[in-house]
C-alpha cells in the first residue's frame, strides 16, 4: 500500500484519526533520508488506539498495588481468555484498583506463568503473575491489531467501568 509521507508528527496524528476506518494500524513519521539506525529514536510510530472492555484476570506485581494489569475477554463458552496487558500503571491508577482488587476464589483458570507471546512479546519468557477473582472490568486503549483475539501490543488503561460486568462482555 503507498502512503504520503511527512516529517511532522501532528499530521500523523491527523491521518492516523481520519483514516482508522480503513484499517490502518499505524504511521511512522521520518525523515525521507534517514535509513533505519539500530539502538537510536529517529523514527517514531503513531498507532491506531481504539477503546475496549476488558476483564482482570490477573496482576503483574502485589494485589494492593498492581504494576499492570493482565487483560481476559470470555470466548464464546464464557471462559476468561487472556486478552493482552496493560503498560505500567501509574501511581493513581495502581491505588485505584488496588483498592477493588480481591484474591480468587477457586482455582486460577490461566496457567501459574503465562508466555510473553500471549502479550505481543517475543517469545520464549514466562510472565509471572497474581491472579485475581474476575470481576473487575476497565476499559482501556488498544491497539488495532489483532492476533487470536489477543492484543498485539499492550494497552493504556483508562477507569474501572464499575457499570459493567464480566458477562457482559461475551
Known sequence: ??????????????????????GVEGVVVKHREHGYRPRQRSWWKVRTRVTANAVVGGVIGALDAPEALLLGRPDQRGRLRVAGRTVPLTLPARREIGAVLMPPRQADPWPERIPSSRFGQLPGDLVDYTPTEPLLVVEVDAGVSFERDRCRHPTRYRRVRSDLRPMDLS
Open 1 to 22: 500500500m503507498l502512503m504520503s509521507a511527512t516529517r511532522e508528527l501532528v499530521a500523523a496524528q491527523a491521518w492516523i484519526r481520519d483514516h482508522t476506518a480503513a
